[in-house]
């Protein structure tokens, strides 16, 4: 369960959006062999804003695959469906979605990442980095900083984001 706050480009302004998210996930990955694992979710957003943007609701869900092809890395790899219903009248907006996300360890408690996820409403190309805190038995703790660059499928204007995050 997620909330968040954007300022979004519209033309030559700027506009601020309001997001609520949610989801559910199963995921079981040993770690080992090429097909580590499988991972399965299903999410909704709900955006709304002041402004002139063409906001609404989305539901969707994925499968996707754990690959291991070489030491220290973890390909996610993945297909899915999504919705939109806009709150303007529009016809909803459906379709596949695809997703490639690699993380590969470098050290003990540093990892890099690299993404593609293609969705209906938009494109995300995503580089970043992770720091591990701790690792014990009771904890799993990291920092992370990730910058994307977003192609906008709904008319807007191509963007840019830079997310830090702390993950427990």
């Keep these: 369960i997620a909330g968040h706050q954007q300022n979004v480009p519209v033309g030559g302004d700027r506009e601020w959006v309001d997001q609520l998210e949610g989801g559910i996930s199963l995921r079981s990955d040993d770690g080992v062999g090429f097909i580590g694992g499988y991972e399965v979710n299903a999410y909704g957003t709900r955006s709304s804003t002041d402004g002139s943007l063409d906001t609404g609701t989305m539901l969707g869900a994925e ?98 984001r830079l997310t830090a995050y702390w993950r427990m």
């Design 63 to 160: 499968a996707n695959l754990l690959l291991h092809p070489i030491e220290g890395m973890t390909a996610k790899l993945g297909v899915g469906y999504e919705k939109i219903t806009w709150d303007g009248g529009s016809d909803p907006t459906e379709g596949w979605t695809a997703n490639l996300n690699v993380t590969q360890k470098v050290g003990d408690a540093l990892s890099v990442k690299l993404g593609v996820d293609l969705g209906q409403s938009e494109d995300r190309y995503t580089a970043g980095t992770e720091f591990l805190l701790a690792h014990d038995r009771s904890s799993n703790s990291r920092l992370g900083l990730e910058y994307s660059y977003i192609v906008d499928k709904d008319g807007g204007d191509d963007d840019q």
